[in-house]
């Protein structure tokens, strides 16, 4: 029975905790398109793009179309502080809130940089109370229907001013009243990254329809049942006190240069980086060093989104063909302020030079390998052109000697020696002869002129 009653009492005092006056059965949801008007104040108009976009305009857009698909749901009552372009001062728009008994109000913007370098949506909430756990809440129920369109989140932040109140006007006029207002910045226009996908009127209209659904979402509102209660399906603690936004640079950012390919002209780096209040949210490369002010912020143009929850990130960076200087990577976090890394200095004109040189080494290497071949080609072919002629000679010869009883296996001598030598042989041999035969003459010759007359006796005889 004492366990029953704890339990009670737990269950009804966090009841109470939570959701102190939205256990009610319709919710008040007031959006205010902001800026609006012809003035000689320039925040009527809010931003101006392209000299023909203007802010009021398209947060209008935005804000009817968050209307018309907001009242398709039940237990909501929804208004608009403005329907059309009219001037109202920030204390005008959360008074009407307050008015109508506005559970939340929502100020619908779109956002622009000095520099054009930012992208991605932010949501700004009082730092305060109620104020900001209501804010926080609801926030992040829009800051996901956006993320899951595509969009980067640059986060749900609180903003100070001097006096250390809220900074907005409007957020500081709905905690004076206790009316928690959020400041919903949809996204860049001035940025071509989110312009590709937010530029157009029927974007404007498709985020008005998931700002609707986050709102839907965070109430717990259905388009098909009506509920006896809205509460709140999304509870942020309260905080001990003011919620502080980050007011430094990343803690620490370091680049190492991890390859420079000479061939696409690119440079491999890692960049490491730490930031402990809130998070890391872009990083860009430039060449030059920060130091000598020869870097602008424009050099950081593209910039690219750092991994949620990672301390390190790798890519490329294109450079000119040769460059040789410093190198330098700068880290943003969600507040919009930087830390560079230390400069690197890149030399791709040595590697350059030592790539030619490298290349004309193995160049007059080939040619000389190509000589040395074609010096080796020649003289095998002269080797055979020799050895083929003294064939054919040594057939001839070797004929000759077959014929003279001559020895063909005397392969060393020239053949036109030998040709010699056989003519003077053969001389010789017939000099002896016809020697030999005078000899034999001279000798016998009584007998053979004796011989010769018997003959021409047994002639005349017969
Ligand atoms: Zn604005």
Redesign the pocket.
């Known amino acids: 029975m004492r366990d029953f009653f704890r339990l009670s009492t737990i269950i009804i005092v966090y009841i109470l905790m939570v959701c102190p006056v939205m256990a009610k059965e319709k919710v008040t949801v007031v959006i205010d398109p902001?800026?609006g008007g012809y003035s000689d104040d320039a925040s009527a108009y809010?931003?101006i793009y392209k000299d023909e976009l203007c802010?009021k305009d398209i947060?209008l857009t935005t804000a009817l179309a968050m209307k018309e698909e907001l009242e398709q749901y039940n237990n909501v009552e929804v208004y608009l502080t403005r329907d059309s372009d009219v001037v109202l001062s920030l204390e005008e728009r959360v008074d009407f809130a307050y008015g109508v008994g506005a559970d939340v109000l929502i100020s619908c913007?779109?956002?622009a940089s000095e520099s054009h370098l930012f992208y991605g949506s932010e949501i700004f909430t009082s730092a305060f109370g109620s104020c900001y756990t209501t804010g926080h809440a609801l926030a992040s129920c829009i800051m996901e229907q956006w993320v899951n369109d595509g969009q980067a989140s640059k986060g749900i932040k609180t903003r100070i001013g001097r006096t250390g109140e809220d900074y907005y006007g409007i957020i500081r006029h709905g905690f004076e009243v206790g009316l928690p207002v959020i400041?919903i910045?949809h996204g860049y226009l001035d940025n071509h990254i989110d312009y590709e996908r937010l530029g157009m009127p029927e974007d404007w209209e498709r985020l008005g329809r998931l700002d609707a659904r986050g709102i839907a979402e965070y109430y717990g509102l259905s388009k098909d049942h009506v509920w006896d209660d809205v509460i709140p399906t999304v509870v942020t603690d309260m905080p001990d006190g003011r919620v502080e936004p980050d007011t430094t640079p990343p803690a620490s950012v370091s680049m190492n240069i991890i390859e420079c390919n000479i061939e696409t002209s690119e440079v491999t780096y890692e960049i490491t980086a730490r930031e402990y209040e809130s998070k890391l949210m872009y990083y860009g490369i430039a060449l030059g060093d920060p130091e000598d002010e020869d870097v602008d912020p424009s050099d950081y143009a593209d910039l690219i989104l750092w991994d949620e929850g990672c301390t390190k990130v790798t890519g490329t960076y294109s450079v000119p063909t040769g460059y040789r200087g410093p190198i330098t990577a700068r880290v943003y976090n969600n507040y919009e302020l930087y830390t560079d890394s230390a400069t690197q200095e890149i030399d791709f004109a040595t590697l350059l030079e030592e790539r030619t040189e490298l290349l004309e080494q193995a160049a007059e290497e080939a040619r000389k390998k190509a000589e040395e071949k074609k010096l080796a080609a020649e003289r095998r072919a002269e080797a055979a052109r020799i050895e083929a002629e003294q064939k054919k000679e040594r057939e001839k010869v070797g004929d000759f000697f077959f014929f003279m009883g001559g020895d063909e296996k005397e392969e060393t001598v020239d053949p036109a020696a030998r040709k010699r030598a056989l003519y003077i042989e053969i001389i010789a041999l017939v000099v002896f002869i016809v020697v030999f035969i005078s000899l034999i003459i001279i000798r016998h010759r009584r007998e053979i002129i004796k011989y010769i007359r018997n003959i021409e006796g047994n002639d005349l005889d017969t």
Do not use: L, P, S, T
């Open positions: 902001g800026h809010g931003a802010e947060n913007h779109y956002n400041i910045e």
